[in-house]
């Protein structure tokens, strides 16, 4: 559905250039939630720019739906965007308009005849939840109200792909989580292909199939959301990773008994859907002559499965602690044995 | 009752007076809203970053608005008199005011109007891009109506501006209040004249500056 070959858009300022995204090349499938996570200045808004045409690469080609957006222009590119929906951060609704006229707005632009238009509209607003505010102006709605609005709007002209930019940022947690159910919902409905960036795992890891982590204009990493999840191979996919997975006063805790206990091994055990269903622990205790003693654990769910993380602290005699690893390696399971805490 | 507070009041003079003062404005305030809108979309459309980014198109325009926001009014409507000439035939007269008005506030109008446009918040108009707008869509269905509250209090500021240069006119001998006011009140020295021609003055901009307040606090939606 979209492809990025070799894309770089470098700006020019009066300081001099500046690489913004650097040689790209990414491919998403059409019905994916593919997601884009970097923190702020990674390319990741220039990125998405690109895939619509509001910035264009100083090399490489974008290919959304069989039209290369690098290279039309006029006419050609307006109808490309016709077909591509995108919501923003802060919602860029016109506070002139009602939440109908607002998403009547794109049809407007499309050319619908005023008939259709109403009918398409009433229906969008049943997609989006919003039956009861249709006459309201957006001034009077509240963040959740005005994204199902932006939401709506960029359903509108049944597009093929629905650029994310931080769609979620501005909203608190418990409002993100709606939005998300809905984007999920959509795209199950109208098998819509969809590309978000984000700075939030949160996001990554509640919808996305597939996850590409952007730093300084690159692509470093990219693959499923639970194969990510499971090895992060870069330093900054790590850190993301641990934003879901890992609590703040977990590494206190194992600082504290790496001290307290200088016997034995603290480890981190990952474990992945089925596995994570197995009486690892108690098997463990009863074929090994070692103590487990769980330090934390927590399991988050994935777009395409859950996924554990789990903390334990082994203790016995070298041997044993040794054999009692390896029959966990055999498991399936991730095996980690922490030594210090960075 | 006022006969004889006022004795040298005409009244079918005076009426005839606020009449003339009244389609200058109007005039005026229509041909300023429609030029003004056009010179202020040009100057926020080829400013840096916007839709027809061109630095020498502005330059020129900022220049032309520059020059003749800066010329005191009195002496524009002297520098004009040839122009006015030509275009109108005449240099008496109401008509003959107009190319001078009109010319005087378009430029202030622009400027309000360009302030206007840089209110808008840049990412509705990226958002209609987004939708695959034409610059012409962009222009009708987001720009002006997002701009409009601004639009309306700019054109209200500048009308009570206008009822003023009407008055300026008025001296120079395009008739309406302040030319009665100004041949009749001082140099006959009829003060009661003047005072009316004042009061009848200030009751055309307080109620411009309602109609003008009414209209933003209606149409705001924010």
């Not at chain 1, 998405?48 to 290919?63: A, C, D, F, Q, S």
């Not at chain 1, 330090?295 to 777009?303: C, E, V």
């Not at chain 2, 006011?181 to 055309?204: C, K, P, S």
Request: glycine residues 8%; proline residues 3%; neutral net charge.
């Amino acid at each position: 559905m979209i492809t990025l070959e070799n894309v770089t858009k470098i700006y020019q300022s009066s300081n001099g250039s500046v690489t913004a995204v650097d040689d790209v090349s990414l491919h998403i499938k059409e019905g994916e939630i593919f997601g884009i996570i970097g923190y702020s200045g990674a390319g990741k808004s220039s990125l998405i720019r690109m895939l619509n045409g509001l910035e264009k690469p100083t090399k490489g080609n974008v290919i959304v739906a069989d039209r290369n957006i690098a290279n039309i222009k006029g006419k050609e590119l307006r109808e490309a965007r016709q077909e591509i929906g995108m919501i923003f951060q802060h919602f860029n609704l016109l506070w002139s308009r009602t939440v109908r006229e607002n998403i009547a707005f794109p049809l407007e632009i499309a050319g619908v005849p005023k008939e259709q238009r109403l009918k398409r509209v009433d229906e969008l607003i049943q997609l989006v939840g919003l039956q009861g505010r249709e006459n309201a102006y957006p001034s009077q709605l509240s963040g959740g109200q005005k994204q199902r609005v932006g939401i709506a709007r960029a359903l509108a002209n049944n597009p093929k792909v629905l650029l994310c930019d931080e769609a979620t940022s501005a909203l608190d947690p418990q409002t993100t989580d709606s939005i998300l159910d809905l984007l999920v919902d959509i795209n199950q409905r109208l098998r819509l292909t969809i590309v978000l960036i984000t700075h939030e795992m949160h996001v990554i890891r509640k919808i996305c199939d597939r996850v590409a982590v952007m730093e300084n204009g690159k692509i470093v990493e990219q693959g499923e959301v639970l194969q990510v999840f499971r090895q992060p191979k870069q330093t900054i996919t790590k850190r993301f990773v641990q934003q879901v997975i890992e609590p703040e006063e977990t590494k206190e805790t194992i600082a504290h008994l790496i001290d307290k206990y200088p016997r034995g091994n603290v480890i981190q055990l990952t474990f992945v859907g089925e596995a994570a269903e197995q009486p690892l622990i108690a098997n463990l205790t009863r074929q090994f002559q070692v103590n487990v003693n769980i330090l934390q654990g927590k399991i988050s769910q994935t777009h395409q499965g859950s996924y554990g993380v789990l903390f334990v602290h082994i203790d016995g005699t070298d041997e044993e602690v040794a054999k009692a690893i390896d029959y966990i390696r055999q498991q399936q399971v991730g095996v980690e044995v922490i030594t210090d805490v960075q | 009752m006022f006969n004889s507070l006022l004795p040298n009041v005409q009244w079918d003079t005076i009426w005839a007076a606020t009449v003339e003062t009244l389609y200058m404005t109007g005039i005026a305030v229509v041909a300023t809203f429609v030029l003004g809108i056009i010179l202020g979309l040009l100057l926020f459309l080829t400013s840096k970053g916007n839709i027809w980014e061109n630095r020498l198109a502005n330059a020129i325009i900022a220049a032309f608005v520059n020059i003749f926001r800066s010329i005191p009014f009195i002496i524009l409507i002297i520098l004009l008199i040839p122009f006015t000439k030509l275009v109108v035939g005449t240099i008496l007269g109401a008509n003959a005011a107009l190319p001078a008005l009109i010319i005087g506030a378009a430029p202030f109008y622009a400027r309000m109007v360009e302030i206007a446009l840089r209110e808008i918040d840049k990412g509705v108009i990226e958002a209609a891009k987004a939708m695959g707008a034409t610059t012409a869509t962009i222009i009708w269905k987001v720009l002006l109506p997002e701009s409009l509250p601004a639009l309306v209090s700019g054109i209200t500021v500048t009308a009570i501006a206008l009822v003023g240069y009407t008055a300026m006119a008025g001296v120079v001998g395009a008739g309406g209040l302040g030319n009665l006011a100004y041949l009749e009140g001082f140099q006959r020295n009829h003060n009661d004249v003047t005072f009316v021609a004042t009061v009848l003055i200030l009751v055309i901009v307080f109620v411009i500056q309602f109609i003008g307040d009414f209209v933003t606090s209606k149409i705001d939606k924010r």
